[in-house]
């Protein structure tokens, strides 16, 4: 058979592409609406799908989401000549639906670097939420292809993991935050620490902004803390731990503190990803996976752009994002505590971080379908103003699956921390039994006390 040969015979040579100004060119802004509003286009499986709530301003809804697509993806405010030097259709965002106020946008895939939450902030809620054509934009939710999601390598240890490493099958895992969560002396925070650890909670936790002050440098309270936990762990004759905090004021400041916190027997961390950032989290997570670490994270710094309903990112989308890049726990608020979050947000955000896979539920703010890939799940911490009294909401909430927080829940107990830690666990078994918390009191006189002080303290419920 004869073999075609391409240097044979007459060529067709490809216009080379040139600096000149091509006829679609004008002066003066170009309408977005002409490129990137695509209502035939049908999403594909390998999109990257974002649901945005948008107010417009000064134009209409089609051009204002048109707009969004265009400037987090390829397009810019007038028609440029070097569009002829790629496939511009081909690269382009597209508004492929909007219902209300909300606008459906697909990006291919190739605009994003794999294993890179911080690639795809700067694109997608990189300039647009400070463009003119938008009064408020908010970022609902977000669906990650799974071409995508199997370049991120997820929790390193999980939910199930963690339950083997503990031996705590039956009930969710409880810890408390040390209080006051600033100005006490490394010793004294040790001391606190034993006291509701040998009481019977699980773990005890640094506050976001327990750092390396003056009146508690870091490596100071890291190997009192772990002295206290040994002890402990030593006393009940069962798993403890405490969460180090290793956020500091740089990436290799915070690896230095982890790996002493490893050094001295601990497994567990905590490290506020949000204030550090995306980037310095995946190096955490990392050394941490490479030496079987835990990290803890804690969302300090979230409700600045989760908190408003028309405006920033909504905690859902950043809960995927964590789970993406590897924390193996994530605070979502508590829903009946003292911070903001609604019943069925949280609920979607449960799921996120523990199943498989979700299926779209707008009752739940889920606007998509997402599947995580065989990425293992972070555990949901329900944290911020819990007490005995909320324990029956916590399970109908969370499930066993989860970890609870109690900070001034148990430092608050009128007999002490210990008596506090010894309340709560009482309670969070009682529950998870399928008792009462009156059932559990009669036989346990701290929890009767953290029940009569605590009776008529509640938060307001958003459904």
């Given amino acids: 058979m ?24 004008k002066a003066g802004v170009r309408a977005y609406a002409v490129d990137y509003y695509v209502p035939d286009y049908i999403p594909q499986d390998t999109d990257l799908l974002c649901a945005f709530r948008i107010q417009p301003r000064g134009v209409d809804m089609i051009e204002a ?25 081909f690269y382009k965002a597209k508004v492929y639906a909007i219902t209300g106020d909300i606008a459906y946008i697909a990006y291919p895939l190739d605009l994003f670097e794999e294993n890179s939450v911080v690639n795809i902030m700067s694109s997608i809620v990189g300039n647009v939420f400070g463009f003119k054509a938008v009064g408020a934009l908010r970022l609902e939710d977000m669906r990650i292809p799974l071409a995508l999601v199997k370049t991120f390598p997820g929790p390193r240890v999980g939910i199930y993991d963690e339950r083997v490493w503990s031996n705590k099958w039956d009930r969710p895992l409880i810890g408390g935050t040390v209080k006051p969560k600033l100005g006490l002396s490394p010793k004294a925070y040790s001391t606190i620490i034993y006291e509701c650890l040998s009481g019977g909670l699980d773990t005890s936790k640094d506050d976001e902004n327990m750092n390396s002050q003056p009146f508690s440098r870091w490596r100071d309270r890291f190997m009192y803390a772990q002295e206290a936990v040994d002890r402990a762990a030593a006393e009940t004759n069962e798993f403890k731990g405490h969460w180090h905090n290793v956020t500091a004021g740089s990436t290799e400041e915070s690896l230095r503190r982890l790996e002493y916190a490893y050094e001295l027997g601990s497994r567990m961390v905590m490290f506020d990803f949000l204030t550090a950032g995306f980037a310095a989290s995946a190096d955490i997570f990392k050394r941490a996976g490479e030496l079987d670490m835990i990290v803890h994270c804690h969302r300090a710094m979230h409700a600045v752009f989760t908190r408003q309903a028309n405006h920033g990112i909504a905690m859902r989308v950043v809960a995927k994002w964590l789970r993406l890049t ?32 979700v299926k779209a539920n707008l009752e739940h703010g889920l606007y998509f379908d997402q599947d995580f890939g065989g990425l293992k799940a972070s555990w949901p911490v329900a944290s911020g103003g819990i007490h005995v009294h909320h324990v029956p909401d916590l399970l109908k909430i969370y499930g066993n699956d989860a970890f609870f927080l109690f900070g001034g829940g148990t430092h608050g107990h009128p007999d002490g921390s210990r008596a506090g830690a010894i309340a709560n666990r009482a309670a969070v078994e009682a529950v998870s039994a399928g008792q009462t918390l009156q059932q559990a009191a009669r036989s346990c006189p701290e929890l009767r006390k953290s029940l009569e002080l605590w009776a008529d303290v509640k938060f307001e419920v958003v459904q």
């Fill in 326 to 357: 590897g924390g193996d726990h994530l605070h979502t608020g508590t829903v009946v505590g003292k911070l903001e979050g609604s019943w069925n947000d949280t609920l979607g955000i449960i799921d996120i971080l523990r199943e498989r896979y």
């Fill in 65 to 89: 989401a048109a707009a969004v697509a265009a400037e987090s993806s390829t397009g810019t405010w007038t028609e440029v000549w070097s569009n002829q030097l790629t496939d511009i259709d």
């Fill in 2 to 25: 004869a073999i075609h040969n391409p240097l044979a015979g007459p060529k067709t040579v490809k216009a080379r592409p040139t600096a000149e100004l091509s006829d679609a060119y």
